[in-house]
T-cell receptor
Framework: AQRVTQPEKLLSVFKGAPVELKCNYS??????LFWYVQYSRQRLQLLLR??SRESIKGFTADLNKGETSFHLKKPFAQEEDSAMYYC????????????FGQGTRLTINP | EPEVTQTPSHQVTQMGQEVILRCVPI?????FYWYRQILGQKVEFLVS????????KSEIFDDQFSVERPDGSNFTLKIRSTKLEDSAMYFC????????????FGPGTRLTVL
């Protein structure tokens, strides 16, 4: 079964502190993993994907196949990072459905 | 920058009525999707559409649902006889290629069934 688990519904950290949003997945095969973000009153948008191995807005995420995890990290949180974050997976073929986690609402306190 | 658009932003209907949710994907995109999010729950896949036919659908997408691309721009989701449990945010998305590409989401239509 394809499943994405984000164990924290809410996460609150202070500005300048490190942030880690957890994501674990279940998939028989090699999925593509993504983090999508939804800022207040904006649409869902892609933050980063594991195949790109890039850092976007200071965020990184490493795919750990042994632990089936794809945690999102940022060393120094900024207030503008406050948003809803969704971890998602799709099949390896591309252009396939996204399976989303529950989402984590991240709040950065000043 | 091109965006996926959806209309209406909010639709209120009576139980048993038919609704059509409209989406205009990004113009050079070839793959189209509908997702929904019931309040407080996760975003769930409904259906994907390519080359004028459904390529995959979920268990949620039963006989009361249908999708159509009636012209070169619109992509619609029809719910034939709405139920209270159809109340949700419905998102349209599109992607350009069959490669591992980004799905671009619309702003959503909030459907309220009374």
């Amino acid at each position: 079964a394809q499943r994405v688990t984000q164990p924290e519904k809410l996460l609150s950290v202070f500005k300048g502190a490190p942030v880690e949003l957890k994501c674990n997945y279940s998939y028989s095969g090699s999925p593509e993993l993504f983090w999508y973000v939804q800022y207040s009153r904006q649409r869902l948008q892609l933050l980063l994907r594991h195949i790109s191995r890039e850092s976007i807005k200071g965020f990184t995420a490493d795919l750990n196949k042994g632990e089936t995890s794809f945690h999102l990290k940022k060393p120094f949180a900024q207030e503008e990072d406050s948003a809803m974050y969704y971890c998602a997976l799709s099949g390896p073929q591309g252009a396939q459905k996204l399976v989303f986690g529950q989402g984590t609402r991240l709040t950065i306190n000043p | 920058e091109p965006e996926v658009t959806q209309t209406p932003s909010h639709q209120v209907t009576q139980m048993g009525q038919e609704v059509i949710l409209r989406c205009v994907p990004i113009s050079n995109h070839l793959y189209f999707y509908w997702y929904r999010q019931i309040l407080g729950q996760k975003v769930e896949f409904l259906v994907s559409f390519y080359n004028n036919e459904i390529s995959e659908k979920s268990e949620i997408f039963d006989d009361q649902f249908s999708v159509e691309r009636p012209d070169g721009s619109n992509f619609t989701l029809k719910i034939r006889s709405t139920k209270l449990e159809d109340s949700a945010m419905y998102f349209c998305a599109s992607t350009r290629t069959s490669g591992s590409d980004e799905q671009f989401f619309g702003p959503g239509t909030r459907l309220t069934v009374l």
